[in-house]
């Protein structure tokens, strides 16, 4: 159902890792230090319940940088009210991305 969703520790992560300018899966398992098994699951469940929305890049692209295609994500409006809410419930995730320098939240 859209907007269900356990927020969990690492659910926050991944939300507060996308605000901050995280697009795709590697980025937000580089910076976050979760493992692939915990975020892509994350990524897929966010995107059924409509929090974010994901776009594969242009094949030809990700061709001629020699690498597979990233999917890219965004948060919607209900996720920018859940990411709200897990700022609420695990203040310390903030802090996670601050010192990234690319995201919203470490230009802020």
Do not use: N, Q
């Amino acid at each position: 159902m859209p907007g269900d969703i356990r927020l969990t520790l690492p659910t926050a992560t991944v939300l507060a890792g996308i605000d901050c300018g995280l697009r795709y899966g590697f980025d937000l398992i580089d910076a976050s230090g979760l493992r692939a098994g915990t975020v892509y699951p994350i990524l897929r469940r966010l995107e059924e319940a409509g929090m974010i929305v994901g776009a594969w890049e242009a094949v030809s692209r990700s061709r001629a940088e020699g690498r597979p295609p990233r999917r890219y994500y965004r948060l919607t409006s209900a996720g920018e009210t859940k990411l709200a809410e897990a700022l609420s419930r695990y203040p310390g995730v903030a802090r996670t991305f601050e010192k990234g320098g690319s995201g919203r939240r470490a230009e802020a």
